[in-house]
């Protein structure tokens, strides 16, 4: 970066077992349509398998078609069970707490979720409603003049979760704006990849994981304790992660040490990264 610009560093989160314990379909919502979650997941899988169909695709359409009869498909409805959805311990003081330390160091941390669950629900918990988060990337659906679900407005998965990496990189956050197929010089991207962090769970997040990796960025592989820590494992095995962690955001946990390392090596390195900058003008 250039000297004087503002230093980022980007956070990226998945949601469902990155930052709560289950799939946030499973918290309410599948229970009101009668159904057992694993019976659900079946009906989705099979409808997908079936139909060569996007499996994000084949659960958005299952949720709508069980509403029928039993309730309302509206987004104030997702919006409320969203706000049934349960956290890690400490995410609901986590984001405030990182982004102090980060000004401490005169860092600006910023917070965004890239899921394939659904936006409105993640928009009604607690902490999307305080603005903790400066995008929220998730599938989404339209809706009509009665307020009604009536089709997909965005899907996101394992493959196009990496596109929002580049939005952020070039602070090109508009979902629409073309501007993130510019070329940016690299002085004049907002957040470089070395400044990205990205934290997910499972092979799903395995393509944006490993585009940080590559581009010097942080990937972090969390598990819930309760369940064990084996696809970390994996993925660490594989090189698809740099560190993993048990899912615990509480102060003083083993996560937050690892963020805080984090945003000091990121000051550091461009506090050198501003002194070349300033040597090499006195070359020209």
Known sequence: MGEGREVVLAICYDFDKTLSPTDMQAQGYIQSVGYDVGEFWKKTNALAEANEMDGNLAYMY????????RLLFTREKLVEYGSRVQLFPGVDTWFDRLNAYGRE???????????????????????????????????????????????????????????????????????????????????ELRVPFRNMVYIGDSDTDIPCMKLVNVNGGHSIGVYNPEVGKERVIRMMKDNRIRYMSPADYSEGS????????IIDKTASYERLEQKHVRDAKETL
Do not use: C
């Open 254 to 261: 083993e996560l937050e040490g690892l963020l805080k390392d």
């Open 62 to 69: 299952v949720m709508k078609d069980e509403a029928r009869g």
């Open 105 to 187: 160091r005169g860092i600006t941390v910023e917070h965004y979720i890239i899921s394939s669950g659904l936006k409105e629900m993640i928009e009604g918990t607690e902490i999307a409603k305080r603005g903790v988060f400066r995008k929220i990337y998730a599938s989404s659906f339209y809706y009509d003049d009665r307020g009604e679900a009536v089709w997909p407005a965005q899907v996101i998965n394992y493959t196009n979760k990496t596109q929002f990496l580049f939005r952020i990189e070039k602070g090109v956050l508009d979902i629409n704006d073309d501007a993130v197929n510019t070329y940016f010089p690299p002085e």
